[in-house]
């Protein structure tokens, strides 16, 4: 599309409902309780989660959130990255901003039983706390089974390696208390990658994990 030439047809289409979020969660519209949504879900540094209908998002209202759903006080520390989504679960890596030490990584369940909503409570959490800014965790699986959240400890920013390291950790997706694998882990610092880098988010493609960290680029895979 030609914006340039196309501006006069360009217009906000949709207004969403409160101003400090960060990006958005697009979910696949799913059956809820009586009808099929295409549904949004965002947080921001507020701590407070929303589910907004896409193609509904309830436009400005001085006294009230129009969305389908708002969870407040289960995120504290706030939201500086993006929420990740897996099978059911959506799952928010919080921090206060300037913390070292502020939250853990927290699953909820999104539309169990056909409701339409986001449980209000987590369903697991990580043992480990997160500083800022946070992690946003992608996850790999086979299809619906072996579910992995990759996350990524960044709060030791602004020194290299090895005083201010990023530090790797993989959790069970179906149960983020099960702790997979850490980069710390392995003797000799054999696991360590670079300098830790203020929200830096993993990548995974073709059985490997890339991290991006101060001066370098680490990848990590099964050993032969």
Known sequence: MNVVGQK?????????FVLPLLPALIL??????????????QAGKDGNIYLADRSSLG???SSSNNVIQEIS??????IWGSPTYWNG??????AQDGSSSSDPLRAFSFNAGSSG????????????????????SPISASGTTNGIVWALDNSLGNSPCPS???VVYAYDATNLATLLYDSTQASG???????????????????????????????YGLLP
């Open 8 to 16: 006069r047809k360009l217009r906000a289409i949709a207004v969403l």
């Open 28 to 41: 696949q519209g799913c059956a809820g309780t009586s009808s099929t949504t295409s549904y949004l879900a």
């Open 59 to 61: 436009g400005y209202s």
């Open 73 to 78: 006080g289960q995120i504290p520390g706030g």
């Open 89 to 94: 679960s959506i799952y928010y890596g919080a």
């Open 117 to 136: 909503h986001i449980f209000i409570t987590p369903t697991s959490h990580s043992a480990t706390i997160f500083g800022f800014s946070g992690p946003t």
């Open 164 to 166: 201010s390291c990023q």
């Open 189 to 219: 610092n054999r696991d360590q990658d670079g300098g830790a880098v203020k929200f830096t988010v993993p990548t995974v493609a073709n059985g490997k994990l890339y991290v991006g960290g101060k001066n370098t680029l680490t990848v």
